[in-house]
């Protein structure tokens, strides 16, 4: 009866490792905050990063920032914390692969949940102007 106990208690243990480390993969949803901004990280009006938008200064030179460290609430012309990632305001296939419609207008500080993956690499994926 002892050896039994054992035998379950040791299995019980090993499944809940296994169940622990299922979870401490790379592809973890997570929260990532999105800006519009230039290419140094300053915030610009998200008008400027709607491909829709026929003012004056919209268009090249400005990008989708994102990360996992931003939060709401960063006024244009401040600077965005270090360690985000950027791709170009117009490049439709990253938009779609962090949710975000594929045109049009992403409000600064938008907030997306179940992001996959880790956030913050800072790497820039192919910029298209």
């Not at 030179?61 to 791709?87: A, D, E, M, T």
């Amino acid at each position: 009866m002892t050896s039994r106990s054992v035998s379950l208690t040791s299995t019980f243990l090993l499944l809940a490792a296994g169940g622990a480390a299922a979870c401490d993969n790379g592809n973890q949803y997570h929260d990532e905050g999105f800006y519009c901004a230039d290419a140094n990280g300053v915030i610009v009006d998200e008008d400027y990063c709607d491909d829709n938008y026929h003012g004056s200064g919209g268009g090249g030179g400005f990008f989708i920032w994102h990360s996992s460290g931003y939060r709401s609430g960063y006024p244009i012309g401040s600077r965005l914390p270090s360690g985000g990632s950027k791709f170009a305001y117009n490049d439709a296939a990253a938009r779609r692969s962090f949710g975000l419609p594929s045109t049009g207008k992403v409000g600064n500080g938008t907030v997306k949940t179940s992001v996959v993956g880790k956030g913050g690499s800072g790497t820039t994926s192919k910029s298209g102007s």
